[in-house]
């Protein structure tokens, strides 16, 4: 069975400190997908990024990054010198085997606050 | 150029009523989906189609039915609404099956 854990529920930072949201799966599946989405307070879902199992590299895009670890079964998302937009809740999904987009599972949320 | 629609924005209803939620995406995606998020903003899958065919078809009361005419369009029908439905409903849409989903506005039903 899938499974992913953000064993953060809530976090608060000030604004310009950088921040890093925990991600935990759990899957049997060789080949699977790894997807971070944000939920702004006006309530969109908002694609973040895709990672392939067999692709571990990190990513960086402007003040966000990625750490994909198959090790540790973690795909953590830090965002460095946060601001106040940032403030949503991220969700981290997985999406295991399967054709047709079965076995997607998203993560509880992590709902971030950046204080200004 | 909204990718994926739904309408209504928000619903607002009497227990026992039967409602439609309907969802458009014009990304040209052969898979569509359905979500429920609930008040602690857990985000659970409900139905899946792949080119106006059920795919997945999650532990979902039978009051709920979705209705694909065709691949952009995947609507969710609601019979005999209960308290226990008020939620937001998402759908989304993805190319390949099972790669990133977009995702549409949301549509917050109340069940009063």
């Known amino acids: 069975a899938q499974k992913v854990t953000q064993a953060q529920t809530e976090i608060s930072v000030v604004e310009k400190e950088d921040v890093t949201l925990d991600c935990v799966y759990e899957?049997?599946?060789?080949?699977?997908?790894l997807f971070w989405y944000k939920q702004p307070p006006s309530g969109e879902l908002v694609f973040l990024i895709r990672r392939n199992s067999f692709d571990e590299q990190n990513e960086i895009s402007g003040r966000y990054s990625w750490n994909f670890q198959k090790s540790t079964s973690s795909f953590n998302f830090t965002i460095t010198a946060s601001q106040v937009v940032d403030s949503a809740v991220y969700f981290c999904?997985?999406?295991?085997?399967?054709?047709?987009?079965?076995?997607?599972?998203f993560g509880p949320g992590t709902r971030l606050s950046v204080l200004p | 150029d909204t990718a994926v629609s739904q309408t209504p924005k928000y619903l607002v209803t009497q227990m026992g009523n039967d409602k439609s939620i309907k969802c458009e995406q014009n990304l040209g995606h052969d898979t569509m989906y359905w979500y429920k998020q609930d008040s602690k903003k857990f985000l659970k899958i409900m139905f899946s189609y792949n080119n106006k065919e059920l795919i997945i078809n999650e532990t979902v009361p039978n009051r709920f039915s979705p209705k694909s005419p065709d691949k952009a369009h995947l609507n969710l029908h609601i019979n005999s609404l209960e308290l226990g439905d008020s939620a937001v409903y998402f759908c989304?849409?993805?190319?390949?099956?099972?790669?990133?989903?977009?995702f549409g506005p949301g549509t917050r039903l109340t069940v009063l």
């Open positions: 989304a849409s993805s190319h390949p099956p099972g790669n990133e989903q977009f």
């Open positions: 999904a997985l999406r295991g085997g399967g054709n047709y987009g079965q076995n997607f599972v």
């Open positions: 899957t049997r599946d060789t080949t699977y997908y």
